[in-house]
C-alpha cells in the first residue's frame, strides 16, 4: 500500500502511511523558520485529525534531505510543539536519518533536546532507510509493550 500524500510543499510533504499506520513528515531541502513551523503545525493537525480514526497512530520523520535546523527552531520543537506532539499522543518518533552533516547535527540536537525534556516523554530513534524506519514504529505502535 503506498503512502498517501496529503501535503505537497517545494521544501517538504506529509504523507500518511496506512501500513504503519503513521504521518510522515519528508523533508525536500532547506526549510525557513515560517515554512518549517507551517509545515510541522499543519502535519499535527493532520495528526490529530487522523488519530480520531486510527489508533495506534505514530509519526516519522524522513530526514534524509534535511538541511540545518536553526537553534530557534529547534528550541521551538522542544518548548512548543514536542509538548503539543505529547497531548496529541505522539509518544514514538521513528528517523530516518540525514545525509547530509547539517541535517545529522540538527537530528542530534533534537534527539538530546527531547530526551532530556522533564514535562513529556517522546522516545526517538534513527533509521538509515525508510522501511526500517517505518518497521521500528510499527513494532512500537503494535508491540506488547505499546499504549
Known amino acids: 500500500m ?39 503545525d499543519r502535519g499535527l493537525a493532520l495528526y490529530i485529525e487522523e488519530s480520531h480514526r486510527t489508533r495506534p497512530l505514530g509519526w516519522l520523520a524522513d530526514t534524509r534531505l534535511v538541511s540545518a535546523v536553526t537553534p530557534d527552531d529547534q528550541h521551538w520543537l522542544r518548548t512548543d510543539w514536542n509538548p503539543r506532539a505529547h497531548a496529541a499522543g505522539i509518544r514514538h518518533v521513528s528517523f530516518v536519518s540525514p545525509e547530509s552533516v547539517f541535517g545529522q547535527m540538527s537530528v542530534q540536537g533534537y534527539t538530546a533536546n527531547t530526551a532530556n525534556a522533564d514535562a513529556y516523554t517522546i522516545e526517538v530513534v534513527h533509521y538509515r532507510t525508510l522501511p526500517e524506519a517505518k518497521h521500528w514504529l510499527q513494532q512500537a505502535l503494535h508491540g506488547p509493550a505499546a499504549g
Request: net charge negative; glycine share 2%; proline share 8%.
Open 2 to 40: 503506498p503512502d498517501r500524500i496529503l501535503i505537497t510543499e517545494t521544501y517538504g510533504s506529509m504523507l500518511l502511511a496506512p501500513e504503519v499506520p503513521c504521518l510522515i513528515v519528508q523533508w525536500h531541502s532547506f526549510a525557513n523558520r515560517q515554512q518549517f513551523q507551517s509545515l510541522m
